[in-house]
């Protein structure tokens, strides 16, 4: 039986909604756009681990960042992404009842994977691996090795989902069925369930 590894952003859950965005915005002081640029300029290196909370925040804003503002940015940050895609989410449920091999491989900061599994259908899943635990990121091969590893299973009996077609790319070298999700139902299909 095949393995089936979600990842997370824009597969189990949805993007954050502006609502959420503009409420870190608000909590920053920072100019909205530049926010939103440093969020992103600086996200890769949080997701590996190289940038602690406090250095990733205080990089994002141009300023110095206390620990607690830092907490706080975080726990609205988790809670930007913890809007569940339902079809996806349904259809994990659907695996885990059926008694399917589930895992989860997502780029996350530690700090933030914590959060995320605290989420419900996140702790439902037995197997997560998490690149801001372990030092690597997607798409590295090396991710993707360390998950099959982790999960003990041969990668040729791994089927990785994530929206990213980088990611997915990076999967397939690795030696992975790889797709790229679009819709849940899309990803059914695929699935062939």
């Given amino acids: ?19 959420d965005v503009e409420a870190m915005v ?3 002081g920072a100019d909205p756009e530049t926010f939103r640029e440093g969020y992103w300029k600086h996200r890769h290196d949080f997701d590996l681990g190289t940038l602690t909370p406090r250095e990733y925040w205080s990089a994002v804003l141009g300023r110095a960042v206390a620990a607690d503002e830092a907490a706080r940015l975080d726990a609205l940050d988790v809670a930007g992404w913890s809007h569940p895609e339902a079809g996806t989410v349904a259809l994990l449920g659907e695996l ?28 439902a899943i037995p197997h997560r691996v998490y690149s801001g635990r372990i030092g ?58």
């Fill in 26 to 28: 608000r909590e920053s």
């Fill in 136 to 193: 690597m990121a997607k798409p590295d091969r090396a991710i993707y090795d360390h998950l099959a590893r982790e999960i003990g299973a041969d990668p040729a009996g791994v089927v990785f989902v994530d929206d990213r077609p980088d990611n997915v790319a990076g999967a397939r070298a690795a030696g992975m069925t790889a797709v790229v999700f679009t819709t849940a139902a899309a990803l059914r299909a695929d699935l062939g369930l």
């Fill in 96 to 123: 885990l009842a059926a008694g399917r091999p589930v895992g989860l491989l997502s780029n996350a900061p530690a700090s933030q994977a914590d959060g995320l599994d605290q989420l419900p259908w996140i702790a």
């Fill in 1 to 19: 039986m095949k393995w089936i590894v979600f990842d997370y952003g824009n597969v189990l859950s949805k993007s954050p909604p502006e609502a």
